[in-house]
């Protein structure tokens, strides 16, 4: 996400700072891909390295993957405002379960850390599965469909919750209690989360992006605190995202008009105009407009603070760019590995279910059906799950309810 310029041959970090790792997801977080090829961890490294076009196979005559157990019911996935403690404490229970349990598919990683490294490595330029492109929603849906059966395979009664931060748009909404994800960044800790049953100590993380020289090993936020995101986005910039009836368009990228594209509208990228692929930071936008929806709650939670440029944006063309202070903080949520801090999952499922508002009120006019980027066609099979032996491609993810669930 960055709406901080830039330009090719000019670093876009000057120091080894934490704010290094903003350049991920905020900044583009592209850089994934080639690193992930030489630094993936252990033995996971193959299945791990992004695989070329080649691997790509359409799923075709695969079996659906995502249905449910004939007969079973509905997945009920509930706002957090709505979660009873009972709820609140399993669902955070299991949630530190997952990351104690050792992985299926990734030697040496717990399973939630596993989810956190294929949202790192989906950045990668090589292969950009995940971002940046028409595959955004639907790569998410599985990835949160994923996590979610996960979950209840340690705690059946558990399902995802959603964080509508266009209602619960305050430090003091129900996502940032004690007894669920804990609260703002200490300012006398780094920012560190110091409350919470993901404090500092407590939680430990263990993946970083390739360009986090820091490595902190806490969860930090810094909630509004970036001049980036001073506010979560309204429902009415909701609404103005549900209402552009095209799913996306050429050439399915950061460059497509975000009034002219659903899928850009919502991840929240304006005025990109040029994106380059660096081994490190990844890809990187060169945008001139602020970040909205989901881009702007990333760094609303980070408190994304580091780029010093802004320029004109869609609303106001005539806007004059100004320069902001650049300074040290750059939270968690603004990396390429933001599942780290686990209000992305509530923050996604809120994105996921903006996603069905939209298919629900326009069809499963997903676009591009071909001739877009590998991964990102109707038909294509999306890593990292055609590696561990699931078949998923966006056209698998137009209804919540043959992927088991909805929303309440
Ligand atoms: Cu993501």
């Given at each position: 996400?960055?709406?901080?310029e830039t330009?090719?041959?000019r670093p876009v970090m000057?120091r080894?700072t934490?704010?290094?790792?903003?350049?991920?997801l905020?900044?583009s977080g592209?850089a994934m891909?080639a690193?992930?090829?030489?630094?993936?961890?252990g033995?996971?490294a193959?299945?791990a390295?992004?695989v070329s076009?080649?691997?790509?196979?359409?799923h075709?005559?695969a079996?659906?993957?995502?249905?449910?157990?004939?007969?079973a019911p509905?997945?009920?996935?509930k706002?957090?405002a709505?979660?009873t403690?009972?709820?609140?404490?399993?669902?955070v229970?299991?949630v530190l379960a997952?990351?104690?349990k050792?992985?299926?598919?990734?030697?040496g990683?717990s399973?939630?850390?596993?989810?956190?490294?294929?949202?790192?490595d989906?950045f990668?330029?090589?292969?950009?599965a995940?971002h940046?492109g028409?595959?955004f929603m639907?790569?998410?849906?599985?990835l949160?469909r994923?996590?979610e059966e996960q979950?209840r395979?340690?705690?059946?009664?558990?399902?995802l919750?959603?964080w509508?931060?266009?209602v619960d748009n305050?430090?003091?909404?129900?996502v940032?209690t004690?007894?669920?994800?804990g609260?703002?960044?200490?300012?006398a800790a780094?920012m560190?989360?110091?409350t919470g049953?993901f404090?500092?100590?407590a939680?430990?993380?263990?993946i970083?992006?390739y360009n986090?020289?820091?490595?902190?090993?806490?969860?930090v936020r810094?909630?509004?605190?970036g001049?980036l995101a001073?506010?979560?986005?309204?429902?009415?910039e909701?609404e103005?995202?549900?209402a552009?009836e095209?799913?996306?368009?050429?050439?399915w990228s950061?460059l497509?008009?975000?009034?002219r594209?659903?899928?850009?509208n919502?991840?929240?990228w304006?005025?990109c105009?040029?994106?380059?692929?660096?081994?490190?930071?990844?890809?990187?936008p060169?945008?001139?407009?602020?970040?909205?929806?989901?881009?702007?709650v990333?760094?609303?939670?980070?408190?994304e603070?580091?780029?010093a440029?802004e320029?004109?944006?869609?609303?106001?063309?005539?806007e004059?760019?100004?320069t902001h202070p650049?300074?040290?903080?750059?939270?968690?949520?603004a990396?390429?590995s933001?599942p780290?801090?686990?209000?992305?999952?509530l923050?996604?499922?809120n994105?996921?279910r903006?996603?069905?508002?939209?298919?629900?009120?326009?069809?499963p006019?997903?676009?591009?059906?071909?001739g877009?980027?590998?991964?990102h066609?109707?038909?294509?099979?999306m890593?990292?799950?055609n590696h561990?032996g699931l078949?998923a491609s966006?056209a698998?993810?137009?209804?919540?309810e043959?992927?088991?669930?909805r929303?309440?």
């Amino acid at each position: 996400m960055s709406d901080r310029e830039t330009s090719p041959g000019r670093p876009v970090m000057g120091r080894a700072t934490r704010r290094a790792a903003m350049g991920g997801l905020a900044a583009s977080g592209l850089a994934m891909a080639a690193a992930g090829i030489t630094r993936s961890r252990g033995a996971f490294a193959q299945e791990a390295t992004p695989v070329s076009a080649a691997d790509g196979m359409a799923h075709g005559d695969a079996p659906a993957r995502f249905a449910p157990e004939p007969g079973a019911p509905l997945l009920a996935r509930k706002s957090v405002a709505a979660l009873t403690p009972q709820e609140r404490t399993d669902y955070v229970n299991a949630v530190l379960a997952l990351k104690r349990k050792p992985s299926p598919w990734a030697d040496g990683l717990s399973v939630y850390d596993t989810f956190v490294m294929w949202h790192r490595d989906a950045f990668g330029c090589a292969v950009m599965a995940g971002h940046m492109g028409p595959a955004f929603m639907p790569w998410h849906r599985v990835l949160l469909r994923l996590y979610e059966e996960q979950l209840r395979d340690v705690d059946p009664e558990v399902t995802l919750p959603y964080w509508d931060w266009t209602v619960d748009n305050g430090t003091g909404a129900p996502v940032w209690t004690d007894d669920f994800m804990g609260g703002n960044g200490d300012p006398a800790a780094g920012m560190a989360v110091t409350t919470g049953p993901f404090r500092k100590g407590a939680w430990e993380i263990q993946i970083f992006d390739y360009n986090d020289r820091v490595r902190s090993p806490f969860i930090v936020r810094g909630l509004g605190s970036g001049f980036l995101a001073t506010a979560l986005p309204t429902a009415e910039e909701v609404e103005a995202a549900l209402a552009i009836e095209t799913y996306d368009a050429a050439p399915w990228s950061t460059l497509v008009s975000a009034k002219r594209s659903f899928r850009q509208n919502l991840e929240g990228w304006r005025n990109c105009v040029e994106e380059t692929c660096d081994p490190e930071n990844g890809m990187s936008p060169t945008c001139t407009g602020s970040h909205d929806l989901h881009n702007r709650v990333h760094l609303w939670v980070a408190g994304e603070a580091v780029f010093a440029e802004e320029g004109p944006s869609d609303d106001d063309p005539a806007e004059t760019p100004c320069t902001h202070p650049a300074t040290d903080l750059m939270g968690t949520m603004a990396s390429n590995s933001s599942p780290n801090d686990p209000v992305f999952w509530l923050h996604h499922a809120n994105i996921d279910r903006i996603y069905q508002i939209w298919l629900d009120r326009h069809g499963p006019n997903y676009q591009p059906v071909s001739g877009g980027p590998w991964g990102h066609n109707l038909n294509d099979s999306m890593w990292p799950y055609n590696h561990i032996g699931l078949l998923a491609s966006p056209a698998m993810t137009f209804s919540t309810e043959a992927m088991g669930y909805r929303y309440e």
